[in-house]
């Protein structure tokens, strides 16, 4: 589904990486040893610069807000936001001597595992009034770790009369405090964890009740929605995956896109999914977003 009224923004927010990802690596490197991959590439990472792109490529007006990496990464950062159309006037740059804020990408058998660096705040504080945000009506937020460490972004969205989503990321400690994070998760409309993550959150008390509808990203199974009634499943695409970095963050974007559009879950679903297989055929968590024709 490919969205064409540009007066309907949508805001990205969250930690910004660069992104290393190691391709044709034939094992993950055990303490000890040392492992060659076949190649490897630099890209613009992160939930909120994934998510974001993949709202432009379905004709999104976006905008993302994050701190930038350190030199010399934010360079590229600045130029594959430009490349994509981001509205990146609500970024600000690292902090003076602030560490490289990149991630280490490891595809492998289909799954991809990560080494980050955060430093600083994850993203400046929102200004609801500034001409930037005027005609923003959703803000998505890129990883629960971020939330944590600025819930006020909630109160201010509410106020401003956006549609709140959140993806989860993953976190050791978080994971664990499921029922902590209760309060967090049940203020959004819409909830996208991993299958993994949900599992980890709802064994440690995560308790939605009436809260957002929860979309747990199954990988190459599909997605399902979990719904009063009952859950709603809908399957993957069967495609070659070359790296799957990024893929939860593209189904992100075509499940919302969708869903602001007020399509219906499985349509929803659908788009996500959609979006999700074009991700994993590329390598970079958004390369796939430019240059694909997503008209439905």
């Given at each position: 589904?490919?969205?064409?009224?540009?007066?309907?923004?949508?805001?990205?927010?969250?930690?910004?990486?660069?992104?290393?990802?190691?391709?044709?690596v034939?094992?993950?490197?055990?303490?000890?040893?040392?492992?060659?991959?076949?190649?490897?590439?630099?890209h613009?990472?992160?939930?909120?610069?994934?998510?974001?792109?993949?709202?432009?490529?379905?004709?999104?007006?976006?905008?993302?807000?994050?701190?930038?990496?350190?030199?010399?990464?934010?360079?590229?950062?600045?130029?594959?936001?430009?490349?994509?159309?981001?509205d990146l006037?609500?970024?600000?740059?690292?902090?003076?001597?602030?560490?490289?804020?990149?991630?280490?990408?490891?595809?492998l058998?289909?799954?991809?595992?990560?080494?980050?660096?955060?430093?600083?705040?994850?993203?400046?504080?929102?200004?609801?009034?500034?001409?930037?945000?005027?005609?923003?009506?959703?803000?998505h937020?890129?990883?629960?770790?971020?939330?944590?460490?600025?819930?006020?972004?909630?109160?201010?969205?509410?106020?401003?009369?956006?549609?709140?989503?959140?993806?989860?990321?993953?976190?050791?400690?978080?994971?664990?405090?499921?029922?902590?994070?209760?309060?967090?998760?049940?203020?959004?409309?819409?909830?996208?964890?991993?299958?993994?993550?949900?599992?980890?959150?709802?064994?440690?008390?995560?308790?939605?009740?009436?809260?957002?509808?929860?979309?747990?990203?199954?990988?190459?199974?599909?997605?399902?929605?979990?719904?009063?009634?009952?859950?709603?499943?809908a399957?993957a695409?069967?495609?070659?995956?070359?790296?799957?970095?990024?893929?939860?963050?593209?189904?992100?974007?075509?499940f919302?896109?969708?869903?602001?559009?007020?399509?219906?879950?499985?349509?929803?679903?659908?788009?996500?999914?959609?979006?999700?297989?074009?991700?994993?055929?590329?390598?970079?968590?958004?390369?796939?977003?430019?240059?694909?024709?997503?008209?439905?």
């Open positions: 589904m490919l969205h064409s009224d540009t007066s309907a923004q949508v805001l990205c927010i969250g930690r910004i990486y660069c992104d290393l990802v190691f391709a044709g034939p094992r993950m490197p055990s303490l000890g040893s040392e492992v060659f991959a076949e190649g490897v590439s630099l613009a990472g992160g939930g909120a610069f994934n998510t974001a792109a993949a709202f432009a490529a379905l004709g999104w007006q976006t905008a993302l807000s994050g701190v930038l990496p350190a030199a010399p990464f934010e360079a590229k950062i600045l130029q594959e936001g430009r490349e994509r159309g981001l006037s609500m970024c600000a740059p690292a902090a003076p001597n602030a560490s490289p804020q990149i991630t280490v990408a490891i595809p058998q289909g799954d991809r595992s990560f080494l980050s660096q955060k430093s600083g705040a994850a993203f400046p504080v929102l200004d609801p009034s500034a001409p930037s945000t005027r005609s923003i009506k959703h803000l937020i890129g990883e629960l770790k971020s939330l944590c460490e600025s819930p006020d972004v909630l109160a201010v969205a509410r106020q401003a009369g956006w549609s709140i989503s959140l993806d989860c990321g993953w976190d050791d400690t978080l994971l664990a405090q499921g029922n902590e994070m209760s309060p967090l998760i049940q203020a959004v409309d819409v909830f996208l964890p991993n299958q993994r993550e949900f599992a980890a959150l709802t064994a440690s008390g995560l308790e939605i009740g009436s809260g957002p509808l929860v979309v747990v990203k199954e990988g190459a199974s599909g997605a399902t929605a979990i719904r009063a009634d009952a859950p709603v499943h399957a695409q069967s495609v070659e995956a070359i790296d799957t970095t990024g893929a939860g963050d593209a189904f992100n974007g075509g919302l896109s969708a869903w602001l559009a007020r399509e219906d879950v499985v349509s929803c679903l659908a788009n996500g999914n959609r979006c999700g297989a074009l991700a994993v055929q590329s390598s970079g968590g958004a390369a796939w977003s430019v240059g694909n024709e997503l008209a439905s």
